[in-house]
């Protein structure tokens, strides 16, 4: 029987957004992440995971918490709620589940806001105090401006200033008009420096892991072996796991 191939398990990288507005973005930053290897995770897709049985918003939620990468992009749509008492969107709270778990070391954050609905709001506020109703396709310019506020931290900002304490972290907020401005972004935050290195480690180890599963074709405690008997792949020093010890030998290669 030939050999399946094997679920590429790279980087997980979540894209919150509405999504009848951001229908054609979301679809080409799916295909540019796994074209590099990594696993994306969009609601509306028929690969998301989640179980028959979850919630819809908790299933999203979970998926952050487990992410690496967190891409929000905010335009003029409000979405659905997720707490309408407390006017508190399902993309919102997104954000606030991202922020709270990259506290712990990830996902890491990159915002973008389009241009487009950025300069209706800053001309709205020019013109006097923000409503709620509909206007220059903003659905409620009031909730919009909170959130973007609420992104860039500007009260924690305020108290760091006066206090001259430690200011917030990750309060990036970036315009864009095109997918080249977001792929600049994703190349200058995701794709340099340490993260680059320990994406390039992830996706290594786990081309090393997937290889030798393929070549598995007896298992017994303790012991994993090839198809040639005589090279044990992982019946060494305490049973570590195939992807234990690949990882190791790809740190060793790459030198990270």
């Not at 320990?198 to 996706?203: F, K, S």
């Amino acid at each position: 029987m030939p050999l399946l191939p094997l679920a590429r398990t790279g980087p997980r990288v979540f894209i919150s957004s509405t999504i009848y507005d951001f229908a054609d973005l979301r679809s080409a930053l799916k295909y540019y992440f796994e074209e590099l290897g990594f696993h994306v995770d969009e609601s509306e897709q028929p690969d998301f995971e989640r179980s028959a049985h979850a919630n819809s918003y908790d299933a999203c939620l979970n998926a952050i918490r487990r992410s690496d990468l967190f891409i929000l992009l905010i335009g003029g749509r409000l979405g659905g709620w997720y707490n309408l008492d407390k006017r508190v969107t399902i993309t919102q709270q997104e954000y606030k589940v991202a922020y709270e778990s990259a506290k712990s070391g990830k996902p890491n954050i990159a915002v973008l806001v389009r241009k487009t609905t950025a300069t209706a709001l800053h001309a709205l506020k020019s013109a006097g105090p923000l409503g709620t109703d509909k206007i220059d396709g903003i659905d409620d310019p009031q909730h919009l401006d909170s959130f973007l506020n609420e992104v860039r931290r500007i009260d924690e900002m305020k108290a760091g200033m006066a206090e001259d304490s430690d200011r917030p972290p990750a309060n990036w907020l970036t315009h864009f008009d095109s997918f080249r401005d977001v792929i600049g972004v994703m190349e200058s935050v995701f794709l340099t420096g340490n993260v680059a290195s320990q994406v390039t480690l992830e996706m290594a180890a786990q081309e090393v892991a997937d290889a030798a599963k393929r070549l598995t074709v007896k298992a017994v405690p303790c012991e994993t072996w090839s198809r040639r008997p005589s090279i044990p792949v992982s019946a060494v020093s305490g049973c570590r796991s195939v992807k234990s010890w690949t990882l190791l030998l790809v740190q060793e290669e790459y030198a990270f």
